[in-house]
């Protein structure tokens, strides 16, 4: 499992980003909320942006523990029926 350090911070262009922590390259996930939804919001923009980073990290990791189902292959009849 990895160790790393991520950090959420507001770019100056009022998006939500998720970057590694003491990085200053390239945000890894950027949010960006409608002015719509701003009005929803209000002063509650970075908490729903941490809900939807922590359910998306929480989704990554449920997918790395899941297991690749193996591939079956269907057999299909291939009868040809003539239909009037």
């Not at 269907?74 to 009868?79: A, F, G, K, L, Q």
């Amino acid at each position: 499992m990895s160790t790393e350090t991520y950090e959420i911070i507001e770019l100056s262009n009022g998006d939500v980003a998720l970057r590694r922590a003491g990085h200053k390259g390239e945000p890894l996930v950027r949010i960006r909320f409608s002015d719509e939804s701003m009005h929803f919001l209000r002063d509650h923009k970075v908490e729903v942006a941490r809900a939807m980073l922590e359910a998306g990290i929480e989704a990554v990791q449920d997918i790395g523990d899941m297991e690749p189902e193996p591939f079956e292959e269907e057999v299909v009849d291939i009868t040809e029926h003539t239909i009037h």
